[in-house]
Structures are given as structure tokens and as C-alpha cells.
């Protein structure tokens, strides 16, 4: 449903090119992981996905609609952004948050009306910050907010998600809680999504389908079993790994055992 | 408590506020009037000396406050959503700077511009605000696709400065008189005397206010930052461009009919969020009215404090608000 066709980009003419003939599918229902190190285009490929930036060359087809031609409001009815950090400029609440979500729902000066408000609970109630629906949301936790934030874009009613780097700033406990709220998401409730990541071992646990990008370009992808090889890792971190099944957790796990280069 | 009421409520609280302050303030001054005179209209209007306070000395200074106050309150609300930034002010960006440096300009080379019952200075200070406008936006479009509110603020803040080197530079080649006459326009003064200018302003701000009445659900999400905005629903730059040129143009009028009056837009907007939180669909409205009734009181302080001499508004606005703004920085941090 949502389709990068040899997507190239650079932010100015006179710079390297950032994206480099990047072409990926994310299939409905699919949980796609966008793997790479610092620098190599993971959130600006996100930002071509989410027609925030335009590409230099090539496509992003939304439902094989071609991205740069929709308003942002209809790519909105289909496709919520989740960013790494909320920061407020100012005080809301938890609910006015989530309801934001319905923006792109809404006539110009149309107000929330009594179905509005049932998605927004319904998003809090699945990503299980019900409680906090009339707390401001500044005074929450990050793990918390970050689920609010997912709930907002679930409210959104849109059918895929992006994520950038959804758990790069939360601590253990909190980064476990997101990949299971995002996990259970996927299948329970069929949301397809894309989320760009460091993070080898989120990706094993939750992704079903893996797209590993250095310096801008795809240089394997499929799924999460085949493509997260200790070969596939040396060639884009420059690290030896180990990687096997974990047997109490029952998904791959990836030990890094050495710095190949300096 | 669902918006549509929340937004009665409040509306109902803050315009009932306003309009009593606005029936109220004319009545009130140094010299006091016999309300039966003043709308009798079988006295002559050279004999009725009550009528002729009311009408020329009060009347158009609280309707230019109301006007005033309503339009920078409500800037203020707009450009703190769009920079982001609790802190701005409709003086953040340098209209007020452009517009001070077209009201000296007309002052010390006794420009002759005036049209339409409307003096030289209040038209040379809008045309100061317009050329501020055009150099701000210029710079801060000339990078990117939408408006970068860092070079926003960053020119903003340039051009406040340069302006005011050019203003003390005239200044210091003025006489006495131009010197005293710039210096009481910028502490920001209601003392109109005539309807002309308030009619001349009045259109640009009420375009101003049009445009603002569809931008508040996109201002609550531009504060949440602009790919957040985007991924909403929201065309940020077009969203953008309309927030900064509708409070720039309606922040020019204001300035220009009242000089900088200081404060009231970053004053109102808080002690408003204070009470009604952040929904600018909520803020926007409540701080226009606020803001109006705020601005008639403190004038109404200005003309009675010291009576029968009268202090320009701007000193009483800004002797509040200074100390306001501090208390804010510190909560803050």
C-alpha cells in the first residue's frame, strides 16, 4: 500500500545525495523495520514515505496514488506520523492531544462531535493510557507519552503508521512496553507500519519484514529471519555479531562481539 | 465539558467583561460629565461642552484601546503559536520597529502623506510596518519550503535593532520639538482625538481577524511541531504564511493608530491560557476580548491616575507587564 519506486534525494542541490535509489514496499498489514547507522538516510527515507519532503527523483505511491499530488490532509486520513520526541510549546491535555488526531477528519470549523471523541478513547484504551486522559500531557512520563502520542495517531483512523525511531529515547522498561504496544497493534488491530530504528533487537522481536539502508542505499531486505544475518550486520554497522534465536523469548537476538573498523 | 460550551462559557464571560468595561470606561475621567447632557441633543454642540468630551476626547480613545488591545492580544496568541515560542511578542518580529522608524520619518522631514482624514505619521508608520513585514518574510522564505522560524526570530530580533539605530540616528539630527513628538509616539499613546484613523484601521484588521478564524486547530498543531503539523492533516507552509502576514498586517494597523503599546501582547495571551488553557480555537477568541478590555482599563488608569494629567497608556502597560513577563521567565525555567 505504500510504495518507494528508485526514490532519490538531496535537501540542496549543491549537497550528496542523502536517499540513493531507495525502492521498498510496505505490504498491508506488514510491520517493516528501516535498519541502518547514524547518517545513512533511515528518517529522511521516513520523511520521502510520509511526503513531508518531495523526493529529487523517483516516486512514493500511497494506494498507488502518487504522494507529491495529494494534499496533506488525505494523506492524513490514511497515514499517521509518529516522531521520536513530543516536545509542547505549550500545555495540553491527554485528550486534546489524541483528539488533535482528527484533524484531517474535520470540516474547517467543524467541532469534535460524539464519534470523534469515541476513537480518541478507544486509542487511549488501546494503548492503555486511559487513566490518563485528563492529565497534562508535559507532566507524563516519556514512555507515556510516546503512547499517547501512537494513541493520537491511532485516532487518526489511519491504516498505516510511520515511526521514527519510536523507543531511541526511552529507558528499558519503557522501549519494551512500546514494542509490545506497537506488536500487539500490528496484529491485533491490522495496523501496518514502518519504523525506522537502531535498535537490532527491537527490530528482531516486532518486525516482520526487515529494509537495511547504508549511505542512502537498500543493501538487503525481506524478512526479518533471512535478512538479520551476522554478514548482513557486518555490512552495515562494520561490527561481528552474533546472532541466534533466544529461547525464552523466542525471537532472534543480535550480540555485538567486536568493532571490525576504527 | 464539550468545546461548544466550553467556548459559550467563555466567550460569554470574557465579552460580557468587555462590553462593561466598554459602556463604563467613557464615563469615567478627570473631568467629570453630566451623561443627561451629553445625549441631549437640544443643547448646541458648541455649547455642550459635556457632549464634546464625551464624544471627541473619550469615545475614540476607548474605542481605539478596545480596537488595540483586541488586535495585539490576539497577534500575539497567532505568533506565539507560530514560532513556538511562549516568549514572542507582536514586537518579536520587527513591525513595530518598521512602523516607528515611518511615524519618526514623517515626523522629522514633515512628510506629508495623510489622506482620507487620516495624518501623515499613523500612514507613514503602517507603510514602516509593511516594508518590516517584506524584509522579515523574504529572508525567512528564502531557505526552504516553508517559513523557518529560527531566521524568522533571528531577523526579527536584527531588524528591531537596526531600526532602532536609524531612529536614534534621525533623532539625534532632530530639534527639540521632532525629538519629544517621537519619543511620545513610542511610549504608545490612545490620545487620537478624531474616528478617521480608526476607521482607516479598522478594515486591515478585521481581514486580519478573518484569517484568524480559521487558523486555531492548525495552530494547536503547529505547536506541536511541523512534520507532527504535516503527518495531522495540516499544509504547515501555507498554514505558516497565513499566521505571520495576518498578525503582522493587523499588528502594522494597531501600531500605527496607537503607537507600540508594550506588553499587551504577551500579557493577555498567558493570564488567558492561565484561565482557559491551550485550545486556540478557546485562547484566540477570550484573549480578543480580554485583550480589549484589558488595554480600555489601563488607559482608563493613564488618564485618571494622575488627573488632570495624562500619562500615555504605554507607561502603565508596560509598568505591569515588565514585571509580568519576568515572573514568566522565572516560572518558566
Known sequence: MLQADNVTFRYHADTPLVVDGVSLEVRRGDLVGILGPNGSGKTTL???LSGTRVPSSGRVLLDGQEMARLGRREIARRMAIVPQETELAFEYTVLEIVLMGRHAHLGLFEVEGPRDYTLARDALAATGTGHLETRAFHTLSGGEKQRVVIAAALAQ???VLLLDEPTASLDLGYQLDVAALLSTLNRERGVTMAISTH???LAASICRTLVLIRQGR???????????TPAHVRALYDVDADVHVHAASGHMTVVPVRRLRP | MSLRRRLLTVV?????LALLVLVWAPTVGSTSIDLGRVFDTSIPWADNVDAQIFFVARLPRVMAGALIGATLAAAGVVLQALMRNPLATPFT????????????LAIAFRLDVGTLGVSSVPIASFIGSLAAIAIVYGLA??????????VLLLAGVTLNSFFSALILFVQYLSDFAESFRTVRWLMGDLDIGSYGPILAATPFILAAFAV???????????????DVAAGRGVEVARAQRWAFFSASLATGAAVSLGGPVGFIGIVVPHLVRLMVGSDHRVVLPAATLFGAAFLVLCDLLARTIMAPLEIPVGIITALIGGPFFLWLLVRQS
Open chain 2, 141 to 150: 522564505s528564502s531557505q526552504r519550503r516553508g517559513l523557518s522560524t529560527n
Open chain 1, 199 to 201: 535498535d537490532l533487537n
Open chain 2, 93 to 104: 518580529l520587527g513591525v513595530s520597529a518598521g512602523a516607528a522608524l515611518g511615524a519618526m
Open chain 1, 218 to 228: 537498500v543493501i538487503a531486505s525481506g524478512p526479518t529471519d533471512e535478512v538479520l
Open chain 2, 12 to 16: 460569554g464571560a470574557f465579552g460580557a
Open chain 1, 46 to 48: 521516513l520523511r520521502l
Open chain 1, 157 to 159: 483512523a489511519a491504516d
Open chain 2, 212 to 226: 484568524f478564524a480559521v487558523l486555531p486547530r492548525a495552530l494547536n498543531l503547529l505547536t506541536m511541531g511541523e
